[in-house]
Antibody, heavy 125, light 113 residues
Framework: EAQLVESGGGLVQPGGSLRLSCSAS????????MHWVRQVTGKGLEWVSG???????YYGDSVKGRFNISRENAKKSIYLQMHNLRAGDTALYFC???????????????????WGQGTLVTVSS | DIVMTQSPDSLAVSLGERATLNCKSS????????????LAWYQQKPGQPPKLLIY???IRESGVPDRFSGSGSGTDFTLTISSVQAEDVAVYYC?????????FGGGTKLEIK
């Protein structure tokens, strides 16, 4: 059964950095765009970033210039390097798979059909 | 950015009754070259990640009960649960994937009356 497992969350001070990881299993990882979506406790969903199969990257307005997404197909993993973290970045971060199996580069247009359980990031002094 | 607005914020429905959830986008999410609406619906139960229910505005994801249906085009969309069951208690989100940044609506909380 296809699965996504996130790791790397934790407590970090404002202005600090953190790197999230997501490990995939039981699907052809290299054929799918991958994304990060976050959720503040008790609130709604916010798309953070996505990466296509050709390595093209996309970012939400609130994280552009501070976060960097990458992928490593050999390890079936994606990463989210977060810098200059703010209190507003405190959330549960979900790794998600794009719905469409791709044959080439995309424009980031995805729904999400597979979700991990999330990893909690807390930004606080 | 495309803003997604859901209504109502919460909805209480009796078991077996119909539930109608609405989603409106600030601009059309209909891609005219293929006449597809880039709109998805998700269900999120407490303590769980969201689950994809509907994509292309009206296509049910595999395994989703047929009491769930999606409709609409352009800027106005509806998720209908034809006969609400106890296990349908959740928050429902719409999402546009027409353009980045991908955006979600604020959610509709469905409860049993």
């Amino acid at each position: 059964e296809a699965q996504l497992v996130e790791s790397g969350g934790g407590l970090v001070q404002p202005g600090g950095s953190l790197r999230l990881s997501c490990s995939a299993s039981d699907f052809i990882f290299s054929n799918y765009d991958m994304h990060w979506v976050r959720q503040v406790t008790g609130k709604g969903l916010e798309w953070v970033s996505g990466i296509g199969i050709a390595g093209e990257t996309y970012y939400g307005d609130s994280v552009k210039g501070r976060f960097n997404i990458s992928r490593e197909n050999a390890k079936k993993s994606i990463y989210l390097q977060m810098h200059n973290l703010r209190a507003g970045d405190t959330a549960l971060y979900f790794c998600t798979r794009g719905l469409f199996e791709r044959r080439g580069s995309s424009k980031g247009d995805d729904a999400f059909d597979l979700w991990g359980q999330g990893t909690l990031v807390t930004v606080s002094s | 950015d495309i803003v997604m607005t859901q209504s109502p914020d919460s909805l209480a429905v009796s078991l077996g009754e119909r539930a109608t959830l609405n989603c409106k986008s600030s601009q059309s999410v209909l891609y005219r070259s293929n006449y597809k609406n880039f709109l998805a619906w998700y269900q999120q139960k407490p303590g769980q990640p969201p689950k994809l229910l509907i994509y292309w505005a009206s296509i049910r994801e595999s395994g989703v009960p047929d009491r769930f249906s999606g409709s609409g085009s352009g800027t106005d969309f509806t998720l209908t649960i034809s006969s609400v069951q106890a296990e349908d208690v959740a928050v429902y989100y719409c999402q546009q994937y027409y353009s980045t940044p991908l955006t979600f609506g604020g959610g509709t909380k469905l409860e049993i009356k």
